[in-house]
């Protein structure tokens, strides 16, 4: 067997009720870029980009740990998605004018990353996390991705 991985890409379908309503806020509001677009009498498809691609495996404690931190009480259900951005503050108030509910403002982490959580189109739960890094910490946090320093923690 080759050193290559057996996955190529991880791919999220999400089927939507309102496909137009949900294409525009993933697309022309959170920004994910267009990569390809089909339709066909039997119905539309559009594959967005969405930058790197990570599977998180939680237990139900843990899932409880998060929601927690993040909103205060159990809210998620067993799927969450996870976005990391620049700016979860700017990014929660541009998605909730855009029709997300807010569900919990952006809150500091015991992990030091700044996340909200919103209902959004697609009938999924969104966190926005934004990794705040250490005073002078140079760059990226590599591989480390929502759980920032403390790998374990959660996201």
């Known amino acids: 067997m080759s050193g290559e991985p057996a ?6 379908v999400v089927t939507a009720d309102d496909y137009d309503e949900a294409l525009r806020f993933y697309r022309d509001v959170l920004g994910l870029p267009e990569r390809a ?3 066909s009498p039997d119905g539309r498809v559009t594959i ?16 409880d740990f998060i929601d927690e931190v993040e909103v205060g009480r159990r809210v998620a259900g067993h ?15 541009k998605l909730a004018a855009a029709g997300a509910e807010v569900v919990a403002e952006p809150t500091r982490t015991p992990w030091n990353s700044l996340n909200s959580r919103l209902e959004a189109p697609g009938a999924l739960q969104l ?13 990226d946090e590599g591989d480390q991705g929502e759980q920032g320093e403390q790998g374990e923690q959660g996201d």
């Open 7 to 12: 996955v190529r890409e991880l791919r999220l």
């Open 37 to 39: 677009a089909f339709s």
């Open 48 to 63: 967005l980009e969405a930058g790197r691609a990570t599977l998180e495996l939680t237990d139900p404690n843990h899932a």
């Open 79 to 93: 799927i969450r998605v996870a976005f990391q951005v620049d700016d979860s503050a700017a990014i929660t108030a």
């Open 127 to 139: 966190t926005l996390f934004e990794e705040l890094g250490d005073e002078g910490d140079e760059g």
